[in-house]
């Protein structure tokens, strides 16, 4: 079973992500954060093994997020959600310890492949 915390400050794109997971017998969405302070706490108490951020978010961004998540728990896999496709933010979420990157304006069924590769210690880069 793959275990996923979600965070995006756009409650409706959580909303939309969680419901496909529903239907997928192998991925369970145990939370969501609005933020990175939140996303930091939860990841703490839920201890997931992915985490599907967004980058920008307020108090605390993607990045710092994912630095802090990495350090605590090494073996959780983050995957970055974001709609900017620059070079400078995929470097410094690699950077970090993100294992995945992927396009906001990318279809779920490819959220759901990077999801599913990064859960076998795999990289997703879209």
Excluded: W
Excluded at 60 to 65: E, S, V
């Amino acid at each position: 079973m793959i275990t996923l915390v979600i965070a995006e400050d756009h409650q409706a794109l959580i909303d939309g992500i969680r419901s496909f997971l529903e239907y997928e017998e192998d991925i369970t969405v145990l939370g969501e954060a609005n933020d990175g302070e939140i996303l930091i706490d939860l990841v703490r108490k839920k201890q997931p093994q992915i985490v599907l951020t967004d980058i920008r978010m307020p108090k605390c961004d993607g990045i710092c997020a994912t630095k802090t998540i990495k350090k605590e728990f090494p073996n959780t896999k983050i995957i970055a959600f974001s709609m900017f496709d620059q070079a400078e933010a995929i470097h410094q979420m690699k950077d970090a310890g993100a294992s995945g990157y992927i396009m906001k304006n990318s279809s779920l069924k490819k959220v759901l492949e990077a999801i599913r590769i990064v859960a076998k210690n795999g990289d997703y880069f879209d």
